[in-house]
């Protein structure tokens, strides 16, 4: 399996930014993906998860600004990011899990991140 973040970009507080991760490699509708972000200095944080029945989950930082979709035809998933603000400064990327066990995804592949920068 093979992930590919990319669309990241520099833009100002309060614009919009949609990031995409194309898969390859696997069945992509039998992946669920997620993105997670680290911002300079910080640990790496869980942003956003799309599961196999388009099951739904974001970060509470999150919630309300960022949407996450999949389009099983084109194997990519995105990230419609809105209301960026600089706390959201970060490189971003996109893993994906083939199985979960007790409401932990296994997250077995990870891309290469893709820097989001928000400027006050």
């Known amino acids: 399996v093979q992930l590919q973040a990319y669309g990241g970009g520099v833009v100002q507080a309060g614009d919009s930014l949609r990031l995409s991760c194309a898969f390859s490699g696997r069945i992509f509708s039998s992946y669920a993906v997620g993105w997670f972000r680290q911002a300079p200095g910080k640990e790496r944080e869980f942003v956003a998860r799309i599961g196999w029945s388009d099951r739904k989950s974001y970060a509470d930082s999150v919630k309300g600004r960022f949407t996450i979709s999949r389009d099983n035809a084109k194997n990519t998933v995105y990230l419609q990011m809105n209301s960026l603000n600089p706390e959201d400064t970060a490189v971003y990327s996109c893993?994906?899990?083939?199985?979960?066990?007790?409401?932990?995804?296994?997250?077995?592949?990870w891309g290469q991140g893709t820097l989001v920068t928000v400027s006050s």
């Open positions: 893993a994906a899990a083939a199985t979960r066990a007790g409401g932990v995804y296994n997250y077995n592949y």
